[in-house]
């Protein structure tokens, strides 16, 4: 996946108050928010735009946030993208799901330590 775009940080949550605040808070920074409200788009959302990071909610309106990941990890463009989980529901992600994302913040979240999660994950390097 060449031409990242690194400022664009996709969000896949269903929870549109926390979509709004995270998207005014992202675009206060400099980077470019794209809300993803169904799980069944995240995948290819995140191979045609190539982002920075991926923020994802592991309980979401058509699927669980669990497969989303799985699908992303499995995916051999999709992979690179750093995904940070923000969930009301974090004790659903297993080990292997937690070695696979950058960080797992709970929800509600501490929108300092969100931001720069995103951050060092937007920087962070791709192979």
Known sequence: MADWNLKKVIVVDGDGEFDEDLSRRLRERGYEPMVIRRGAQAVKAVKD????AVVLELSLPDRDGRQVLKEIKDDWDAKKVPVIVASGYVSRLDARGREQVEAVL?????????????Q???EKKRD
Request: proline share 10%; hydrophobic share 40%; glycine share 4%.
């Open 49 to 52: 735009n190539k982002p920075g």
């Open 120 to 122: 060092m994950a937007c």
């Open 106 to 118: 709970s929800k509600p979240v501490d929108w300092d330590l969100l931001l720069n999660r995103i």
